[in-house]
């Protein structure tokens, strides 16, 4: 047993819950990496990837994320976020796909109207989506 319990959930579902030994976390200044015996923390996570490594010398789960928190007790890591993947499920063509069409969308409203949808939003968690992959 690795001691750190990683739980990720988003609106939808618990995405994933494992023992883990390491948990690195997009932050809005930077990474953050948890152990066990972390201090309490919670903090604002930034769009990036998330890497659960179960063992210590073991390989690390991605994870692409969009928003959201994380909380950490020492014994747990609680990752809630907007919207959340493993980068290995991920479709790269499709992405890029839906991406275009979006930009396309987002190119045909005005500033006024395109601050007041989601297209932005969703324009970038294709764009991280992306990054997650080619970081992978």
Same mark, same amino acid.
């Given at each position: 047993?690795?001691?750190?319990?990683?739980?990720?959930?988003?609106?939808?579902?618990?995405?994933?819950?494992?023992?883990?030994?390491?948990?690195?976390?997009?932050?809005?200044?930077?990474?953050?990496?948890?152990?066990?015996?972390?201090?309490?923390?919670?903090? !604002?996570? /930034?769009?990036?990837?998330?890497? $659960?490594?179960? %063992?210590?010398? @073991?390989?690390?789960?991605?994870? #692409?994320?969009?928003?959201?928190?994380?909380?950490?007790?020492?014994?747990?890591?609680?990752?809630?976020?907007?919207?959340?993947?493993? !980068?290995? /499920?991920?479709?790269?063509?499709? $992405?890029?796909? %839906?991406?275009? @069409?979006?930009?396309?969308?987002? #190119?045909?409203?005005?500033?006024?109207?395109?601050?007041?949808?989601?297209?932005?939003?969703?324009?970038?968690?294709?764009?991280?989506?992306?990054? /997650?992959?080619?970081?992978?």
């Amino acid at each position: 047993m690795a001691g750190l319990v990683c739980d990720i959930v988003t609106p939808q579902a618990l995405l994933y819950s494992d023992d883990a030994y390491m948990v690195v976390v997009p932050g809005v200044e930077g990474e953050m990496g948890f152990l066990q015996g972390h201090v309490p923390l919670v903090s !604002v996570l /930034a769009d990036g990837v998330t890497r $659960v490594q179960n %063992q210590k010398d @073991g390989d690390a789960k991605r994870f #692409a994320l969009q928003g959201g928190y994380v909380e950490v007790t020492g014994e747990k890591v609680i990752i809630l976020a907007d919207r959340a993947l493993p !980068v290995d /499920a991920i479709d790269a063509g499709a $992405v890029r796909d %839906q991406l275009a @069409g979006l930009e396309a969308d987002l #190119a045909a409203l005005s500033d006024e109207e395109a601050s007041k949808s989601m297209l932005p939003t969703d324009v970038a968690w294709c764009q991280v989506q992306l990054k /997650a992959i080619d970081a992978a």
